[in-house]
């Protein structure tokens, strides 16, 4: 396959790619085609994730998600972490490239290739306003520890102290596929700074994340409402990450013995989502994520003489931020209502 390089000769050493600024509850995204003839390897994936999610450097955002060609479905996504780092799965990610490509190849009910599983994906009612509103499958479920992976001598974890990690807080873990831990936590205990702590400490080298983790801190609201705050690998605090969302409305179902099949309302600091969790021959089977597909600015990277780092131009904002905004305000309201101390 060729490389940057040898497409760049093809081109006479100039190409100009287009670019999508996305988000889905503010986790932010750059969707980048590929079928638009740039041709990239793993690392130089990797290195533009690098650079082009830098805030100060170049256009700003949580990731990556590279569109690519599928043998088994409408299209492939891969995400790439702002640290470069490439994840198995990205549930706000998956909604902002099935709105992507949608609209690209004019269907509304499709699967997605991810790496590894193929995801059933569809625009659905508005969350909010005509705001473009999706819901993507969040699956498999895997509670084996092996699986995040997790360094423990048992097989699961759930609603468990760890005391090496603190000495009162009750751990779930799970991965999606990507690694998730959770746990339920008090105001109090959210807004200190317990969870950037520990997320740090997990995430760097450790003894039982081999791979890092997301973390994410769960407060419930009310019957089949929750507050979920994460700080995911590879970015850090983000508005929101949907599969943390996912699997936090996971583990509030089980420890409340909720019923499946109902729409839980996940709020964050980027808004708010709904999961419904599904279950087959009485096991849990998937989670639909719902939720907003926003895309908030078109940019052109300008490719040159071979370089892989682009210079990029903005080229126009959509405008659809504005809906999305009265969305986000509303959500907070409520969410301070229920938590004040997170009114800043
Ligand atoms: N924010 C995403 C998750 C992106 C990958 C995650 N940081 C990881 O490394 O597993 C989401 O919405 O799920």
Redesign the pocket.
């Known amino acids: 396959m060729a490389t940057l390089n040898q497409t760049m000769k093809a081109r006479g050493n100039k190409m100009n790619i287009s670019v999508i600024k996305s988000h ?1 509850s503010k ?1 932010d995204f750059i969707i980048i085609d590929e079928q638009k003839g740039l041709i990239v390897n793993d690392e130089q994936r990797a290195q533009l994730a690098l650079y082009l999610c830098d805030r100060q450097k170049a256009i700003g955002a ?2 990556i998600l590279y569109i690519t060609e599928s043998g088994s479905a409408q299209a492939k996504m891969r ?1 790439f ?1 702002s640290d470069g ?1 490439e ?1 198995s ?5 998956l909604r902002c490239a099935a709105r992507y490509i949608a609209e690209r190849d004019g269907v509304q009910k499709f699967s997605v290739e991810t790496m590894k599983a193929v995801l059933a994906v569809e625009k659905v009612e508005s969350l909010y306003e005509d705001i473009p509103t999706y819901a993507v499958e969040i699956s498999p479920i895997l509670f084996d520890l092996a699986s995040l992976p997790l360094q423990l001598n048992q097989e699961t974890l759930f609603n468990q102290i760890v005391p090496e990690w603190h000495d009162t807080l009750r751990f779930s873990a799970l991965a999606v596929p ?2 998730h831990l959770i746990t339920q936590v008090t105001e109090k205990e959210l807004i200190s700074g317990l969870q950037q702590e520990l997320a740090q400490s997990l995430n760097a080298p450790n003894q039982w994340f081999t791979d ?1 983790v ?1 973390v994410s801190f769960v407060v419930p609201l009310d019957q089949n409402q929750i507050f979920v705050r994460t700080f ?4 850090g605090f ?1 508005s ?5 969302m996912s699997s936090s409305s996971l583990i509030q179902a089980m420890l409340t013995n909720g019923e499946t099949g109902i729409p839980i309302d996940v709020y964050n600091d980027g808004g708010r989502v709904k999961c419904v969790i599904h279950k087959k021959e009485d096991q849990f089977h998937h989670i639909d994520l719902i939720g907003n597909a926003t895309f908030t600015d078109e940019y052109t990277l300008e490719f040159n003489d071979n370089e892989l780092i682009p210079s990029v131009k903005h080229v126009k904002s959509t405008g659809e931020e504005i809906i999305y905004q009265r969305m986000a305000e509303a959500s907070k309201e409520f969410i301070w209502g229920h938590i004040p101390g997170l009114r800043k």
């Open positions: 889905g986790n949580d990731g995400v972490n780092s994840a799965m990205c549930g706000n990610g990507n690694p890092g997301n995911e690998r590879g970015v983000t929101a990450c949907g599969t943390a």
